[in-house]
């Protein structure tokens, strides 16, 4: 899917590919905590911004925040050693 917007004069291209994943049945309503899982993990990653995982999983950015703790993700997505850094920077 191509999505083009323009904000404040600027032009954003955001490129979306499907991937399909084939979940076993056994895994019933646990299905949602595997997509949900792969997002809380993109997002820690880096890969997905807050707002690109939770729509990933077609929630809120609030209830998806919310949900991160379940699959030990924090919300503060920000490295240790950079915090020291700008801790020594202050």
């Given at each position: 899917?191509l999505?083009?917007s323009?904000?404040?004069n600027?032009?954003?291209?955001?490129?979306?590919?499907t991937?399909?994943?084939e979940?076993?049945?056994?895994?019933?309503?646990h299905?949602?905590d595997?997509?949900?899982?792969?997002?809380a993990k993109l997002?820690?990653?880096?890969?997905?911004s807050?707002?690109q995982?939770a729509?990933?999983?077609?929630?809120?950015?609030?209830?998806?925040?919310?949900?991160?703790?379940?699959?030990?993700?924090?919300?503060?997505?920000y490295?240790a050693s950079e915090?020291l850094?700008?801790?020594?920077?202050?």
């Amino acid at each position: 899917m191509l999505l083009v917007s323009t904000i404040f004069n600027y032009l954003y291209i955001y490129i979306m590919t499907t991937i399909t994943l084939e979940v076993p049945d056994s895994l019933g309503e646990h299905q949602n905590d595997t997509v949900r899982f792969i997002a809380a993990k993109l997002y820690e990653s880096g890969k997905l911004s807050l707002g690109q995982a939770a729509e990933m999983v077609g929630l809120s950015k609030r209830t998806f925040a919310e949900l991160l703790g379940d699959y030990g993700v924090s919300l503060l997505n920000y490295p240790a050693s950079e915090m020291l850094s700008d801790a020594d920077r202050i």
